[in-house]
């Protein structure tokens, strides 16, 4: 499984990203089977989670600090999972990281840059 993100850059407070993330390489499972996850790892801390979608597109969980403003989508017949951010903040900078999670298996892309700053 291959999953490439997209979509990261500089952005001011109070502006808004969309991050993609498309996924190849499914051999013995579909997309559709896979909960897909974003995840951001700031600047000397640990890799935290962001928005999960589950499989199947059903339940959606989000970190305390994205409620609100963040939105996570997946279209199946595209293999793509998508982050809107909305209203970012300068803590929201860091390094986002698409996963594919099945079972105990777990992939992961090579993440995208977010800064905000003014």
């Known amino acids: 499984v291959q999953l490439v993100e997209s979509g990261g850059g500089l952005v001011h407070p109070g502006g808004s990203l969309r991050l993609s993330c498309a996924a190849s390489?499914?051999?013995?499972?579909?997309?559709?089977?896979?909960?897909m996850s974003w995840y951001r790892q700031a600047p000397g801390k640990e890799r935290e989670l962001v928005a999960r979608?589950?499989?199947?597109?059903?339940?959606?969980v989000f970190a305390d600090s994205a409620k609100g403003r963040f939105t996570i989508s997946r279209d199946n017949a595209k293999n793509m999972v998508k982050l809107e951010m909305n209203t970012l903040k300068p803590e929201d900078t860091g390094v986002y990281y698409c996963?594919?999670?099945?079972?105990?298996?777990?992939?992961w892309g090579q993440g995208t840059q977010v800064t905000v700053s003014s």
């Open positions: 996963k594919a999670n099945f079972g105990q298996d777990d992939y």
């Open positions: 390489g499914f051999t013995l499972s579909r997309f559709s089977s896979y909960d």
């Open positions: 979608i589950y499989h199947f597109g059903g339940r959606i």
